[in-house]
């Protein structure tokens, strides 16, 4: 066998360093192709579901001020803006005729009644003589139809004298309940007729609110089926209320889910949820717009994820990739129900201790073994 030159022993060396360059070289790259991913380890949280809706401030009791006879307007007693209580006096309207019909009145009720207790005697005694044939049946007729006529005379006399009583009251025109009065359409002098349309003034009691908000039916349905499957416990019928004002401040007032309505407005979808809530300071008025937020229920068990963990794949389903057991990435399909702050509430899809990634999304891919540091750092310098 020939021995190989120098030379020959020289150009095997130079093959062999550069194979062991390139296998380092090779594993060298390889580690650095291994991405970097931070993660969120999901633990389960107790959370309030609550949904806002938008509504119109109303008055918990009004009445309108409307006259009950005609006449002329006396007097108005009472300042506008200010609060009124009930059956206190607003208006007075010229009692003069309705007190001479009253007295009209009174005076032939007086006057029948002055005559009933004759002809009752005249009868009692036509009966008596009947009894012994002193009188023929037809005088006692005659007298017995008499009294049940003046009786009948003074009931109706009686009814007369009440209606005119009741109309002189109705020139008095008082507050049907107590609260804050608004402006007064009238002023002494004018003529007032009965039941007209407009009315003298309007009460509207404030020391409470109602608050109408339309909801969507399809929310309802949805609450009722997660109240159903037991995702969410308590009911929205028994639901407290947070208020926030026009300009987005809360309201320091808690208020009650009072009902719903039982009909769907076709044109919308939606129907009206009633709330009430205390006003003692009278900060809400009428026709005020609020948004209301009402606490649909609670999830025991809550599972959130960050927003930026969760995308859409092409068909709009919402995904997250999670790191298993083994390092490698797992594509999930999740099924989201709301957003609560910056993360989503997540029904089904994952579960307590599963590891989200939310940095690096961009580097991986489904199977792929990942690296996890922590969330914001940098990447690691290339050696």
Same mark, same amino acid.
């Given at each position: 066998?020939?021995?190989?030159?120098?030379?020959?022993?020289?150009?095997?060396?130079?093959?062999?360093?550069?194979?062991?360059?390139? =296998?380092?070289?090779?594993?060298?790259?390889?580690?650095?192709?291994?991405?970097?991913?931070?993660?969120?380890?999901?633990?389960?949280?107790?959370?309030?579901?609550?949904?806002? @809706?938008?509504?119109?401030?109303?008055?918990? $009791?009004?009445?309108?001020?409307?006259?009950?006879?005609?006449?002329?307007?006396?007097? &108005?007693?009472?300042?506008?803006?200010?609060? #009124?209580?009930?059956?206190?006096?607003?208006?007075? +309207?010229?009692?003069?005729?309705?007190?001479?019909?009253?007295?009209?009145?009174?005076?032939?009720?007086?006057?029948?009644?002055?005559?009933?207790?004759?002809?009752?005697?005249?009868?009692?005694?036509?009966?008596?003589? @009947?009894?012994?044939?002193?009188?023929?049946?037809?005088?006692?007729?005659?007298?017995?139809?008499?009294?049940?006529?003046?009786?009948?005379?003074?009931?109706? $006399?009686?009814?007369?004298?009440?209606?005119?009583?009741?109309?002189?009251?109705?020139?008095? +025109?008082?507050?049907?309940?107590?609260?804050?009065?608004?402006?007064?359409?009238?002023?002494?002098?004018?003529?007032?007729?009965?039941?007209?349309?407009?009315?003298?003034?309007? =009460?509207?009691?404030?020391?409470?609110?109602?608050?109408?908000?339309?909801?969507?039916?399809?929310?309802? @349905?949805?609450?009722?089926?997660?109240?159903?499957?037991?995702?969410?416990?308590?009911?929205?019928?028994?639901?407290?209320?947070? @208020? $926030?004002?026009?300009?987005?401040?809360?309201?320091?007032?808690?208020?009650? $889910?009072?009902?719903?309505?039982?009909?769907?407005?076709?044109?919308?979808?939606?129907?009206?949820? &009633?709330?009430?809530?205390?006003?003692?300071?009278? #900060?809400?008025?009428?026709?005020?717009?609020?948004?209301?937020?009402?606490?649909?229920?609670?999830?025991?068990?809550?599972?959130?994820?960050?927003?930026?963990?969760?995308?859409?794949?092409?068909?709009?389903?919402?995904?997250?990739?999670? #790191?298993?057991?083994?390092?490698?990435?797992?594509?999930?399909?999740?099924?989201?129900? &709301?957003? =609560?702050?910056?993360?989503?509430?997540?029904?089904?899809?994952?579960?307590?201790?599963?590891? #989200?990634?939310?940095?690096?999304?961009?580097?991986?891919?489904?199977?792929?073994?990942?690296?996890?540091?922590?969330?914001?750092?940098?990447?690691?310098?290339?050696?």
């Amino acid at each position: 066998m020939r021995t190989p030159t120098r030379g020959e022993l020289l150009s095997i060396a130079v093959v062999l360093v550069a194979g062991g360059l390139t =296998i380092g070289c090779g594993k060298k790259d390889q580690a650095k192709a291994t991405p970097e991913v931070s993660v969120v380890t999901l633990q389960p949280e107790r959370v309030a579901i609550t949904f806002e @809706l938008p509504g119109r401030t109303s008055a918990f $009791l009004m009445a309108e001020v409307h006259p009950q006879v005609n006449g002329i307007v006396q007097k &108005r007693l009472f300042t506008e803006g200010s609060e #009124v209580k009930e059956g206190e006096l607003l208006y007075q +309207i010229d009692p003069r005729p309705y007190q001479a019909a009253y007295d009209s009145a009174a005076a032939a009720l007086a006057r029948a009644e002055a005559n009933l207790p004759a002809v009752r005697k005249r009868a009692e005694r036509f009966k008596e003589l @009947l009894a012994v044939n002193a009188v023929g049946q037809q005088d006692y007729d005659d007298a017995a139809g008499a009294l049940k006529q003046v009786e009948a005379e003074v009931q109706a $006399l009686k009814a007369s004298a009440e209606s005119a009583r009741i109309n002189l009251g109705y020139t008095r +025109i008082t507050a049907p309940i107590s609260g804050r009065i608004g402006k007064s359409s009238v002023t002494p002098g004018a003529l007032a007729t009965a039941y007209q349309g407009p009315a003298f003034t309007t =009460i509207q009691q404030l020391s409470q609110v109602y608050v109408d908000s339309p909801q969507s039916s399809a929310t309802l @349905l949805g609450i009722q089926r997660n109240l159903a499957a037991n995702r969410i416990k308590g009911s929205a019928e028994q639901a407290k209320v947070k @208020l $926030l004002l026009e300009d987005g401040t809360p309201y320091p007032q808690t208020g009650i $889910l009072k009902f719903s309505d039982v009909t769907v407005d076709p044109s919308t979808g939606s129907q009206i949820l &009633r709330m009430v809530f205390p006003n003692p300071r009278q #900060v809400l008025l009428p026709g005020m717009y609020v948004r209301a937020i009402v606490e649909e229920g609670v999830v025991e068990q809550a599972i959130l994820v960050p927003q930026q963990g969760v995308t859409r794949d092409p068909k709009g389903n919402a995904i997250a990739m999670v #790191v298993d057991g083994a390092g490698k990435v797992e594509q999930r399909t999740l099924k989201v129900d &709301r957003a =609560i702050g910056p993360k989503w509430l997540v029904m089904e899809g994952l579960r307590a201790g599963d590891q #989200v990634i939310v940095e690096g999304l961009q580097k991986i891919r489904p199977g792929a073994a990942v690296k996890i540091v922590p969330q914001g750092a940098k990447p690691a310098a290339a050696k």
